[in-house]
C-alpha cells in the first residue's frame, strides 16, 4: 500500500473508468451475495473465492472490499484511512450516525479520537479488568452447576448470553434488576450497526428509539453515580479526566451504551462460535480436555481466528491511495473483511482447520490500528475462563441440534440458538 496522494490526473480518470468496468464484470463471476441464506450459515468458501478472484474487489455500491491479511492490516493502520468528518461524513453510504447524538470514540479520528479514548482508558484499565477474573469464576462455575448433567440446554441463552452480560453489568453498575428490561434495547442496537442500506425503516426507526431509550435509562444511573459515587465503571467515567478535560454528558452516554453493548454482544457469539467449533471437531474437543490449563489461551485466539464475532469493519480514505494495486479514491469506503483476512493462507498455515494450539495467531478479530478494541482483554479473559471451566467439567459434551439458525446481523456473527448437552 502507497502513501495517500492530494491530486488526480487524467490518468487516474481513466484508471477509474476502467476499474468500474472490470469490476462490473467481475461481480457475476465472483458469486458473493452477503444476503444469502447460505452466506449466513458459512460465509468462508465465499471469502475463498472473493480472495481468489478479486483480493480487492468494488461492489456495485461503490465500497471496496478487502479480503487478504496484509491489505486489510495496511488500512487498520494507516492514518490516511478514518471515518471522516463534515461532507465525508454525510456522504457515507455505510452507516449514517443518529442525528443529535455524540459519535462513540471508535468512529471518531484523532484528535477527537485521541481525547475520548484517553479518558475512557483512565477507567477501562487492565488492573480493573485483571481483578475480575475470581468473580467471572464464580458466575461461570454457577451457571454450570445448574447445566451440566441437566440435559438438552440452549448454550447461547442459559450460559453465553448470560456471562459477559453479568460481567459487563456488573463492572458498569448496573443492577441486576435492570438486566433482562434492557436486554430488547441492546439487541436493537446490535442489529443496528449493520449497513444502513441492509435495514428496513423499521429497523433504523427501532435503532434509533433504542438509543433514545438507553440513554434516558443511563442519564439516571450518572446522575445517581454523580451524587453517590462507587466502585464502577460509570463512577470511574464520571470522574475520570486530564486536568479540566472531562467526558460530557452526551459523550458519558454514548461511552456507556458502547461499553455495555458491545461488552456483552461480541463476547456471547465468541462462546457461542467457540463451543460449536469444539463440537464439530470433536478430535480438538478432546486435545483441549486433556491439557485445559496449556490450551485455554491459544484455543480463545484460534475461536477468534477461526470465526470470529465481528466479520468487517469499516472505514473511509481521507484522501487518494492505493491498495493491491487498485487506486482508491478519497471519500470511497473500504471494508475490512475480519473474517477473510483471519483465513488468508498467506498468513496462517492450513487456514480451514481448526488448530486451538495455533501459534503466532496474527488475527484480526479485534480490528487494528488506533481503534484496536478497548474490550480485548475482558474478552480474553472471559472466554478463558468459561471455556477452561466448560470443557474441564463437561468433557463429554455433544450437539443436541440437527440444524443452526444464526441471528440477522451481517457485521456481528453469531447463533441465535445452540442446543447442547453438557455431560460431566
Not at 467449533?277 to 491439557?291: C, I, K, T, V
Request: contains cysteine; glycine residues 6%; charged residues 30%.
Amino acid at each position: 500500500m502507497t502513501a495517500p496522494q492530494q491530486e488526480t490526473t487524467e490518468a487516474d480518470d481513466a484508471d477509474d473508468a476502467a476499474r468500474s468496468a472490470d469490476s462490473a464484470d467481475s461481480a457475476d463471476s465472483i458469486d458473493f451475495d452477503p444476503f444469502d441464506p447460505a452466506y449466513r450459515a458459512d460465509p468462508y468458501p465465499y471469502y475463498r473465492r472473493l480472495r481468489d478472484r478479486s483480493p480487492v474487489h468494488r461492489t456495485p455500491l461503490g465500497h471496496w472490499l478487502l479480503t487478504r491479511h496484509e491489505d486489510c492490516t495496511a488500512v487498520l493502520r494507516h492514518p490516511g484511512f478514518g471515518h471522516g468528518t463534515g461532507q465525508v461524513l454525510d456522504q457515507n453510504t455505510f452507516r449514517r450516525p443518529v442525528r443529535g447524538r455524540a459519535r462513540p470514540f471508535i468512529l471518531l479520528d484523532p484528535p477527537e479520537h485521541t481525547r475520548l479514548r484517553s479518558l475512557v482508558n483512565k477507567a477501562f484499565t487492565p488492573r480493573r479488568v485483571a481483578r475480575l477474573e475470581p468473580r467471572v469464576r464464580e458466575i461461570v462455575d454457577g451457571m454450570l452447576d445448574d447445566l451440566i448433567d441437566a440435559g438438552e440446554v440452549d448454550f447461547i441463552d442459559a450460559f453465553a448470553y448470560r456471562l459477559p452480560v453479568s460481567v459487563i453489568s456488573e463492572m458498569l453498575g448496573v443492577p441486576a434488576a435492570d438486566r433482562d428490561a434492557v436486554r430488547e434495547l441492546s439487541t436493537l442496537v446490535a442489529r443496528g450497526v449493520d449497513p444502513d442500506f441492509q435495514l428496513s425503516k423499521e429497523q433504523l426507526e427501532n435503532r434509533d428509539r433504542a438509543f433514545a431509550e438507553f440513554d434516558e435509562y443511563f442519564r439516571g444511573l450518572l446522575a445517581e453515580r454523580r451524587a453517590r459515587p462507587s466502585d464502577d465503571l460509570i463512577s470511574a467515567l464520571v470522574q475520570a479526566g486530564d486536568g479540566a478535560e472531562r467526558l460530557t454528558e452526551p459523550e458519558l452516554l454514548t461511552t456507556c451504551i458502547l461499553l455495555y453493548v458491545a461488552g456483552h454482544e461480541t463476547t456471547m457469539d465468541l462462546l457461542g462460535n467457540g463451543l460449536l467449533a469444539l463440537l464439530r471437531h470433536p478430535a480438538e474437543l478432546r486435545r483441549f480436555g486433556a491439557d485445559v490449563d496449556g490450551l485455554a489461551e491459544s484455543a480463545v485466539e484460534e475461536f477468534l481466528r477461526y470465526d470470529p464475532p465481528t466479520q468487517l469493519s469499516r472505514r473511509t480514505a481521507l484522501a487518494d491511495a492505493e491498495i493491491g494495486g487498485r487506486r482508491i479514491a478519497a471519500g470511497e469506503q473500504v471494508v475490512i473483511m475480519r473474517g477473510a483476512a483471519n483465513r488468508d493462507p498467506a498468513v496462517f498455515a492450513d487456514p480451514d482447520r481448526l488448530d486451538i494450539g495455533r501459534p503466532d495467531n496474527r488475527h484480526l478479530a479485534f480490528d487494528g490500528g488506533i481503534h484496536y478494541c478497548l474490550g480485548a482483554p475482558l474478552a480474553r479473559l472471559e472466554g478463558r475462563v468459561a471455556f477452561g471451566a466448560v470443557v474441564r467439567r463437561a468433557p463429554r459434551m455433544e450437539p443436541a441440534f440437527t440444524e443452526l439458525r444464526y441471528r440477522d446481523n451481517l457485521i456481528i456473527r453469531g447463533l441465535a440458538e445452540l442446543p447442547v448437552r453438557l455431560r460431566s
